[in-house]
């Protein structure tokens, strides 16, 4: 009886400082919060209270962009005994499919920010062939989340669209406004790298009425990482003092709350304005800074970015060697990550480049791979031929994950995806 009172008076305890660092992570007592977290994983018993603590550490790594040390959170356990091994072990022994699934999907999620996309949706694989309870199915939309953000990261579309329209469903399904936040977010940047910008302003707006609506207990991230979207549209959009509003209240929350990675991807989107402005020298520093803390926090796909700023302000100068050097560096990064869309857009920019020095053979080259790209991505419209994401176009899905232009749906009167046959005229969820 006494082993069991000291044994349930080691969960409360456990509890008790779990909940302590929350409110000291809740009030941006970050490193605080780490170090009282870091306590009880040293010494706590329970297995499954050290379970919540390293999802603690891990979600806080995350947001402050050490992705390095999200993944050290598993492996933290090879220097204390191996944890995230015995705590699996652990989880199968106590046939908890529910932890199972949650430490895949943690793994999932840290190999996503380090873009490491293949094993992303290995890990996100792993999670959804589990047989869980409710709380694994309810899990299943994070999954699914991520594992679009991975085929996004890899441009492979359709299969991106699909897994956002399973996330979307699963937020609605569990009326998880959180979720569709975040699903809202990243379709915001699914449709800024295929070129239909009024959705890629739509579905971030969205998310901000979502926060206005329900976010009241919500971390300010979800409000910062809506507006930092809305900017990224605006600008493509021209709208560049509605772009720099948004980035700026996106800036001071992420300053606020030592968020790094959106730091950088604010600085980008500043670079970007200023690049837009035709005002190169104020846009080369915002481009430096931004790099120095992709660079730190292992975002290789934000230096594909922001080397194509970069690239583009030496190209506005006619700086075209200085260009070609950037290139040179965005494809090493491009071809290492299986970004086809980066490629895609630097094939490009040195058709351009190489038409301006007249170097035919060179031009042709990067024209033959430039198509070769677009046949890969199958970023061409299915009924008019003509390619996608070249310039603004409104796009519309099919429930098969195929998307169009919508003047083509609208004027064609198909009534089966051209692509895959499938029989129907609904439009996709999103």
Sequence with gaps: MRLFNAWEMGQDQTKQQIEKGLHLYQSNQTEKALRVWMRVLEKSADPAGRFRVLGCLITAHAEMGRYKDMLKAHHVIRLQKKFAVVQIDTARELEDPDYLTESYLNLARSNEKLCEFQKTISYC??????????????????????????????????????????ALRYAHNNDD???ECRVCCSLGNFYAQIKDYEKALFFPCKAAELVNDYGKGWSLKYRAMSQYHMAVAYRKLGHLADAMDCCEESMKIALQHGDRPLQALCLLCFADIHRSRKDVQTAFPRYDSSMSIMTEIGNRLGLIQVLLGVTKCWMIQKELDKAL?????????AEGLGNKLGLLKLHCLCERIYRTK?????LRDHVVKFHECVEEMELYCGMCGESIGEKNNQLQALPCSHFFHLKCLQTNGSRGCPNCRRLSVKPGYV
Excluded: D, H, W
């Design 125 to 166: 694989k792993t999670c959804l062939n589990m047989q869980g309870t409710t709380v694994s199915l309810q899990l299943n939309g994070q999954v699914s989340l991520s594992m679009g953000n991975a085929f996004l990261g890899l441009s492979i579309f359709q299969k991106a669209l699909e897994c956002f329209e399973k």
């Design 177 to 179: 406004k959180m979720l």
């Design 325 to 333: 050097e950037s290139i040179e560096k965005a494809q090493e990064l």
């Design 358 to 362: 007249g170097q035919q053979r060179e």
